[in-house]
């Protein structure tokens, strides 16, 4: 099939470049002439895993180009996906749909017979049917043949975004018309055809189901952050009380990671829009629960500059900090509502001398606060440091040897705002480490900022050692119980640390960080 997709942004240029890997002929169409270019070289104009190879492949084989010309698109193809950004109004909850609006009225301008208009961008519910509704008032209602609008909303998480598209969870579309479901049945079959399921429905409940599925789970990470300052309040641990939690078939470990909440240019604008939205319909307050989930989430960070705060003393004037993580999430370099950056920014208005660090994303974080300081590597921005935040989850920090770095600082002090390093490790290596939410397993800092020992008694700190059945000798159950004969013992371990997978207690000499939800 010949495609065409309108926005070449994060969802329109994965989009393209996969459609183009199964097989389909891809136009992609951008109003922006400088991105164009580069697409043109097959380079992607983002950092995301995989993209730029896919790029590149799809590009050299023909199979995906690029224009700037809606007319040239309305030529190529008759199946037409939009993937424009929809920000969030300047001073309202609600999503901006110009955009959206002006892609769509200059495709259909230039559409000379019937084509079908696939919607990809998060919208309001109702946004098809309004679209529907403006060009038949604008064509007339003598015409024969308007431009069927359908939905088909995407699934993608930042850092998997390729994974998302080529293998998806689920496919959904709403439609109005058998023929665009055919349609739509046709661009996704080698999908289809391995089994992932097709959910075909109208386009309001299409349109509703992105925006309810970020809404859940912005409530869960919330949810969690919310234990996690209940167990400061108590004593606590909010990791193990999250893996605990995650073992639960009903609940499950992903986006049960407490620490400095989400960002990103989905799920806050998401469920502000939502809420927007349910006012708009006078359902009000069906949805007033997302605004707490809002406020939790924005308070993470301020908890964090908190915390960082107590352990310099109580105040940032004259210190150096430096800051592991500008991304809102790993594996990405988009800094849109970044927590990391929101938390950086905020110490450096208080008086710190700010120093950032991140694998991806420097380049855009120094256009959105170039009041910053930036380091190329770790060990230059932990150099000379009073503290040292953990605020993006990178692989690269969880591998982090705290041997080597305890010798570059100032101070060693670590603030863990992912929860995913090892306390353990660090605390060995000479450093005072907290965390939001685990203070019984921290330790408290005291009024100068010093952490005490955690008090133990009795063996708290063992664990089942879930080893499964990979032990060499092959007697090991599923629970980490070893049989002998009618008799069976439970392996105990000391210290053994949860990771958060179920089949993943390890003892001290394989301890890993627990996994973080690098989804949102």
């Given at each position: 099939m010949k495609l065409s997709v309108i926005g070449t942004g994060y969802v329109g240029a994965v989009h393209a470049a996969c459609m183009a890997?199964?097989?389909?002929?891809?136009?992609?169409?951008?109003?922006?002439?400088?991105?164009?270019?580069?697409?043109?070289?097959?380079?992607?104009?983002?950092?995301?895993?995989?993209?730029?190879?896919?790029?590149?492949?799809?590009?050299?084989s023909g199979r995906l180009n690029f224009t700037t010309s809606f007319a040239e698109a309305a030529a190529f193809s008759d199946t037409h996906f939009v993937c424009v950004g929809t920000p969030q109004q300047p001073g309202s909850l609600a999503a901006d749909l110009r955009f959206l609006d002006a892609a769509v009225d200059a495709l259909t301008a230039e559409a000379e017979g019937p084509c079908l208009v696939v919607g990809k961008s998060t919208v309001p519910v109702g946004t098809?049917?309004?679209?529907?509704?403006?060009?038949?008032?604008?064509?007339?209602?003598?015409?024969?043949?308007?431009?069927?609008?359908?939905?088909?909303?995407?699934?993608?998480?930042?850092?998997?975004?390729?994974?998302?598209?080529?293998?998806?969870?689920?496919?959904?579309?709403?439609?109005?018309?058998?023929?665009?479901?055919?349609?739509?049945?046709?661009v996704y079959r080698p999908m289809v055809n391995a089994g992932v399921p097709f959910i075909s429905t109208d386009p309001a409940t299409a349109e509703l189901l992105k925006v309810a599925s970020n809404a859940f789970l912005a409530t869960k990470i919330s949810f969690i952050n919310t234990m996690a300052e209940l167990c400061e309040a108590s004593g606590a641990d909010v990791v193990t009380l999250a893996n605990a939690l995650g073992e639960d078939p009903r609940i499950g470990h992903p986006f049960l990671s407490a620490g400095l909440g989400f960002g990103g240019s989905c799920l806050p604008k998401d469920i502000r829009a939502l809420s927007a939205r349910a006012e708009e319909l006078g359902v009000r307050e069906a949805v007033t629960f997302l605004r707490q989930i809002d406020e939790i989430n924005l308070r993470q960070r301020q908890r964090t500059v908190d915390l960082?705060?107590?352990?310099?003393g109580g105040a940032f004037a004259g210190r150096n900090v430096a800051?592991?993580?500008?991304?809102?999430?790993?594996?990405?370099?988009?800094?849109?509502?970044?927590?990391?950056?929101?938390?950086?920014?905020?110490?450096?208005?208080?008086?710190?001398?700010?120093?950032?660090?991140?694998?991806?994303?420097?380049?855009?974080?120094?256009?959105?606060?170039?009041?910053?300081?930036?380091?190329?590597?770790?060990h230059d921005v932990c150099d000379g440091a009073d503290i040292v935040l953990h605020l993006t989850e990178w692989d690269l920090?969880?591998?982090?040897?705290?041997?080597?770095?305890?010798r570059?600082?100032?101070?060693?002090?670590?603030?863990?705002?992912?929860?995913?390093?090892?306390?353990?490790?660090?605390?060995?290596?000479?450093?005072?480490?907290?965390?939001?939410g685990r203070q019984a397993a921290l330790g408290t800092p005291d009024a100068h900022g010093t952490a005490a020992e955690p008090e133990v008694s009795g063996n708290p700190?063992?664990?089942?050692?879930?080893?499964?059945?990979?032990?060499?000798?092959?007697?090991?159950?599923?629970?980490?119980?070893?049989?002998?004969?009618?008799?069976?013992?439970?392996?105990?371990?000391?210290?053994?640390?949860?990771?958060?997978?179920?089949?993943?207690?390890?003892?001290?000499?394989?301890?890993?960080?627990?996994?973080?939800?690098?989804?949102?």
């Open positions: 890997v199964i097989g389909h002929e891809v136009l992609g169409v951008d109003t922006d002439a400088a991105k164009i270019a580069e697409l043109t070289q097959g380079r992607p104009p983002f950092y995301e895993p995989g993209l730029a190879e896919l790029l590149n492949r799809t590009v050299r098809a049917e309004r679209l529907a509704n403006r060009l038949r008032d604008r064509d007339g209602n003598g015409a024969h043949e308007h431009p069927e609008i359908a939905w088909n909303p995407e699934f993608l998480r930042e850092g998997f975004a390729v994974k998302d598209t080529l293998t998806p969870a689920r496919l959904v579309v709403g439609v109005r018309s058998p023929s665009a479901d055919r349609t739509l049945r046709k960082a705060r107590t352990l310099l800051v592991l993580g500008a991304a809102f999430k790993p594996d990405s370099d988009d800094v849109r509502d970044s927590p990391a950056l929101a938390v950086a920014a905020e110490i450096h208005r208080e008086g710190a001398h700010v120093r950032v660090h991140d694998p991806e994303a420097l380049a855009n974080a120094r256009l959105v606060h170039p009041e910053l300081d930036y380091a190329a590597t770790v920090y969880r591998g982090l040897d705290p041997r080597t770095l305890v570059l600082v100032h101070a060693p002090i670590v603030v863990d705002a992912r929860n995913t390093l090892d306390p353990v490790e660090w605390r060995a290596a000479g450093w005072t480490v907290r965390a939001l700190a063992f664990r089942i050692a879930a080893t499964g059945l990979d032990d060499d000798d092959g007697d090991f159950g599923p629970f980490g119980f070893r049989h002998t004969g009618p008799q069976l013992v439970a392996e105990i371990e000391p210290g053994a640390y949860r990771t958060g997978r179920p089949d993943a207690a390890v003892p001290d000499d394989r301890r890993q960080p627990p996994i973080a939800p690098s989804e949102y």
